[in-house]
């Protein structure tokens, strides 16, 4: 078949007319320095603190230091395929996890990927793991006790809802059993649990979770666990991702008891990213914003008045 001249100028006519370009247009930059779970990336200029960022193979990165030429980042998991040169994307999304009703009874990494062997959690709603304390005009006094189901502590300090209290001990000497009891004693009283694991052997995290469901209690507690053999910005994470997972209950007008076992080795976590990372170290190795670590965190519980819902 023979096409003329002229049948060839109206085809390409018609062709530039009907032409779609999808243009997709990425912030992207490159790694300059890898190791230790660090990265060294420029190029992303308009990178936020906190901004999750995509590298090769299907990883993750959280943006913790803004420089001048360069930003630092924690690489969220494995890092040896990662090497100088790499591209590396902006996503434009602050780190954040699932939460939900469909992570009640699941043991979850820092990032809420399930690691019980159940099949995926099911869930569209997704809270960042920063978010501010509630305000001022927002909370309530502690007027409501939570019964831990030790006589000793329920009748001589008793602990509110909203209340934070810091168990401390030597080593072996049952906070971790005290904290795990308290979560079993909340069978019937309407209160979500969330056990959050920061540093601790798996073994020592299976014989808890073991325990909870032996006594029934994971129908309404969620694990989040980082392992002592998970990479350090995991456990820096961890309480951040257990506390989100908390607030999506407690805006939603439920009890919920969040555990921390333990924040030490979160501030051993931090200590090592920071000291990858340059940042001037103070007493002991600790960054100097070692204590705002823990206090934004903490600040977080709260009971809320009736206007916000009540949750506690």
Do not use: W
């Amino acid at each position: 078949m023979s096409i003329r001249p002229d049948e060839i100028s109206s085809i390409l006519k018609q062709q530039i007319e009907r032409y779609e370009a999808k243009v997709e247009v990425t912030d992207v930059g490159t790694v300059i320095q890898v190791g230790d779970g660090i990265a060294r990336i420029y190029g992303l200029e308009k990178a936020m603190a906190g901004e999750l960022l995509e590298f090769p193979g299907n990883t993750y990165g959280m943006v913790l230091n803004l420089e001048e030429d360069n930003i630092g980042c924690v690489i969220l998991g494995p890092y040896t395929h990662i090497k100088e040169g790499d591209e590396v994307k902006r996503t434009g999304r602050i780190v954040e996890v699932p939460v939900g009703e469909a992570l009640i009874g699941r043991v979850v990494n820092p990032l809420g990927q399930p690691i019980d062997g159940k099949g995926p959690i099911k869930t569209d709603t997704f809270r960042p793991i920063e978010s501010p304390a509630p305000g001022v005009v927002a909370r309530r006094p502690v007027h409501q006790p939570l019964q831990t189901g030790l006589k000793a502590i329920d009748s001589m300090i008793p602990i509110g809802r909203g209340q934070r209290e810091l168990i401390i001990g030597d080593r072996q000497t049952g906070k971790t059993a005290l904290a795990v009891d308290t979560i079993i004693n909340q069978k019937g009283q309407g209160v979500i649990c969330i056990y959050v694991a920061i540093g601790q052997k798996n073994s020592t995290v299976a014989g808890v979770v073991q325990k909870l469901e032996q006594y029934g209690a994971m129908d309404y507690t969620i694990v989040v666990s980082a392992t002592a053999s998970e990479p350090a910005p995991l456990l820096y994470i961890a309480p951040y991702a257990g506390c989100a997972m908390g607030e999506y209950f407690m805006y939603k007008g439920q009890d919920v008891l969040v555990v921390y076992d333990d924040l030490s080795k979160q501030a051993a976590a931090y200590r090592e990213l920071s000291l990858l990372l340059r940042r001037p170290p103070g007493r002991e190795a600790y960054p100097g914003d070692v204590f705002y670590l823990h206090s934004r965190l903490l600040e977080r519980a709260a009971k809320l008045n009736d206007e916000y819902g009540g949750g506690g």
